[in-house]
């Protein structure tokens, strides 16, 4: 594969303390443009040292200035860093296309919409309270206080990179907490773009640290480190259970986003064209690269054959290649490993005894892109209907009773999201509250919001980011009792 010559990249240095380094080991990494096949930007390669300083200089932050900030003045910070934010959103979403091979017209609509993040939990950063306690025990009053949970470790992955550093960011800092982020070592730009632009909106040094880093060494680092108060973290459900363990060491708080293998559930009376965007929606945005993609549909046996004739039929003419290119469709895949995955799931299907009704290779103009796929004639349990695959195929099987649907929606390990078409609306309703999904769709599919409280039950995660519930999970509720009498009590008496 040709990599350009190192004067073309694009460097970047770590943001710790306020300062621009280098890893302390001296090592870089190159972030390699998945669509051109050539390297574009050098970050460091950070090491534990890098962490240990990082989360030093965060606990600074929030011991010094940040800390002694109100929230009102935090706040203001961080509307004035929703301006900076949507000033520079066409630049961001140039430099995450070209990171992560996400289509430009997605990473320009995600880019414009990450400063409402920190709009909104600027609102909430003055309104966070605590409460006046009746007392049962005479001569004392009681109240709560809440408290920023401290410094926070924020492990931010490769696809919606500035979505994903938004969900933590915002409400973090909202809550008065310091932050040490650890992007993915195939996406790092944009989190330190986003980072100095925080900085530049006043953000004292130390409350937002960037250490970038290849493979295990940062992630580790960051998570085991016991000045780390609460651990932030997006990725895999296999990822994510070594995260938690590895925080239970020193009994760290974790919040987790994991995977998923989201059901559409569609029924015969749902608006057909609809629905078929919806599953488009679903799974070919971001070349399937999304935790939440609705990746097996569940149809009524009655629409089941259209269903899937329209939806290969779309598959068919959606633009697969440049995603510098307004009119693609759909993007490259990250790198070679989720290639392989991809077409591995493929060939398992056909061997299965499945049908592709679209798709199922890689795409004729090579590199690491792969054809929109569509999967049909499927059993519950195969490998493409149980099993997350992060690649843009969806697999569709039929229910008759409302009753089987429910229970196919709900045959798998992962809760993240789910929907349901229908044009009842005491069904839609019915179907909706039986799904075990942190969210729920009703005749739409990846509608979000900064207020929308987003998140997964069984092994799609622990907590939840956005909203009001997400600030709750960056604070510690500090309980204060006052003894109203002055006069001394004898812990002894009779």
């Known amino acids: 594969m040709t990599t350009q010559a190192p004067s073309t990249l694009q460097h970047y240095r770590m943001i710790i303390g306020g300062e621009r380094v280098d890893s302390r080991g ?5 972030s390699r443009n998945p669509y051109t096949g050539l390297d574009w930007a050098q970050a460091p390669d950070g090491t534990a040292e890098d962490v240990d300083h990082a989360v030093r200089c965060a606990r600074a932050a929030i011991e010094g200035p940040w800390g002694r900030m109100t929230a009102t003045q935090r706040g203001r910070i961080m509307r004035r860093a929703a301006d900076l934010l949507e000033e520079n959103a ?20 995600l880019a414009r919409y990450m400063p409402e993040w920190f709009h909104y939990f600027a609102g909430l950063a003055d309104k966070i309270e605590g409460a ?42 909202a809550a008065g907490c310091t932050i040490v982020v650890k992007p993915s070592d195939f996406t790092p730009a944009t989190a330190l773009e986003v980072a100095d632009l925080l900085e530049q909106a006043g953000l004292p040094g130390g409350v937002v640290n960037v250490v970038t880093g290849v493979g295990p060494t ?38 987790l986003e994991l995977g998923g293998k989201s059901p559409q559930v569609i029924f015969p009376d749902a608006d057909l064209d609809a629905a078929v965007n919806g599953v488009l929606a679903g799974i070919f945005s971001a070349s399937g690269q999304n935790c939440m993609a609705g990746s097996r549909v569940i149809a009524h046996h009655e629409i089941h054959d259209e269903l ?44 299965e005894g499945a049908s592709i009704r679209h798709g199922g290779n890689r795409h004729r103009d090579g590199g690491l892109l792969v054809e929109p796929t569509v999967i049909a004639d499927a059993g519950r349990e ?13 697999t569709a099987l039929t229910f008759e009773t ?22 009842d609306i005491q069904r839609a309703h019915r ?4 799904i075990n999904a942190g969210t729920v769709w009703i005749n739409a599919y990846r509608a979000i919001a900064p207020g929308a409280p987003f998140g997964g039950m069984k092994h799609s995660g622990i907590g939840r980011e956005n909203g009001i519930e997400a600030v709750r999970d960056f604070l510690e509720t500090k309980t204060i009792w006052i003894e109203l009498t002055g006069e001394s009590r004898d812990p002894f008496a009779r």
């Not at 429910?406 to 993240?416: F, K, M, R, S, V």
């Not at 179907?431 to 039986?434: L, P």
């Open 26 to 30: 001296g090592a870089t990494f190159a």
């Open 90 to 109: 066409d630049r961001l979403a140039e430099i995450e296309t070209r990171d992560s091979g996400r289509v430009i017209r997605e990473t320009r609509s």
């Open 132 to 173: 006046t306690i009746p007392s049962d025990k005479p001569g004392f009053a009681l109240y709560t206080r809440p408290k920023p949970v401290g410094v926070v470790g924020a492990i931010v992955p490769w696809n919606s990179a500035l979505l994903m550093l938004a969900f933590k960011l915002a409400p973090a800092l």
């Open 218 to 255: 940062v992630g580790q680092a960051l998570v085991a480190h016991p000045g780390v108060d609460k651990v932030a973290f997006t990725g895999s459900t296999t990822t994510g259970i070594a995260v938690a363990r590895a925080a239970a060491d020193n009994l760290t708080r974790v919040s």
């Open 308 to 351: 899937v004739k329209r939806v290969a039929e779309r598959a068919a003419t959606l633009v697969v290649g440049d995603p510098m290119d307004p009119e693609t469709d759909m993007g490259p895949l990250i790198n070679d490993a989720q290639l392989r995955r991809v077409l591995d799931f493929c060939d398992s299907a056909r061997a």
């Open 382 to 394: 195969m490998r493409v209907f149980r099993e997350e695959i992060f690649g843009p195929v969806v």
């Open 402 to 423: 409302e009753a089987e649907a429910i229970e196919l929606a709900n045959d798998t390990p992962y809760g993240l999201a789910g929907a349901v078409w229908t044009k």
């Open 431 to 434: 179907v909706a509250d039986a």
